[in-house]
């Protein structure tokens, strides 16, 4: 299964690779050199369709635990002070992926969407220390009924240049549905309240819709 986001590249480049592979026949008479042309070809349209792949993970919804947005690895635990809507204190736990991670970003919770602001920006590597407050980014903050207001914040990469983001101010979110996309390698902030326990660890992998994040 693909991401919906990814249907305009995919079907562009399965055209241009059939079309590229079709001229090599026509165009290229060294046995050797039409076949690593071929596989070449090949090769970047696999790349494509596995950035693109939307697994389906089932999850048993619960307002007591917030799980991973995205796939990757956490690369951030610290507590650091949230300027843009809390204005106070908040526990950051950072998952950085790469660009042969799954990029589907899903809610780590559930409740109603308080704030949901998009800021464009420069394109710094996803690890860099001022890249949350200075990249292209989305914030969306989600009150839940356990955790109380929630924020998480998408970050582009150097490679990245469009955040696609489907919270909406005022409407109802479901734990695990998507919540939007980052195209070609990022990272998401989790902002929690000071005090949550968190379940993961520094370099640990983090699976969407899988790995609990933390629990009340």
């Keep these: 299964m693909f991401h919906k986001e990814g249907a305009k590249i995919i079907l562009i480049t399965l055209f241009l690779a059939v079309i590229a592979i079709l001229a090599t026949d026509y165009l290229i008479q060294i046995s050797w050199l039409k076949t ?7 090769f970047f349209l ?8 939307n697994p389906k993970r089932d999850l048993q919804i619960s307002d007591n635990i917030i799980i991973a947005p995205v796939d990757g ?17 908040k526990l950051m736990v950072s998952i950085f992926m790469s660009p042969i991670n799954v990029h ?5 919770l559930s409740g109603i969407v308080k ?24 914030t969306v903050v989600i009150d839940n009924p356990v955790f109380g207001e929630v924020m998480y914040r998408q970050i582009a ?23 939007g996309f ?24 983090a699976i969407g819709n899988q790995t609990i994040i933390a629990t009340k």
């Design 36 to 42: 690593l042309v071929q596989v070449v070809v090949l």
């Design 46 to 53: 696999l790349m494509v369709l596995q950035f693109f792949r």
């Design 73 to 89: 690895k956490v690369v951030v635990i610290e507590e650091v002070y949230e300027p843009e809507y809390f204005k106070e204190k």
């Design 104 to 108: 589907v970003t899903r809610y780590a």
């Design 115 to 138: 704030y949901s602001k998009y800021h464009p920006g420069k394109y710094l590597v996803a690890w860099h220390p001022k890249a949350s407050e200075e990249n292209e980014r989305t």
């Design 157 to 179: 990469g150097a490679l990245a240049r469009r955040i696609v983001n489907y919270a909406k101010p005022s409407t109802n979110v479901i734990q695990g549905n998507d919540a």
């Design 182 to 205: 980052i195209k070609f390698g990022s990272r998401v902030d989790l902002y929690l309240p000071l005090g949550t326990k968190v379940n993961v660890t520094l370099n640990q992998k």
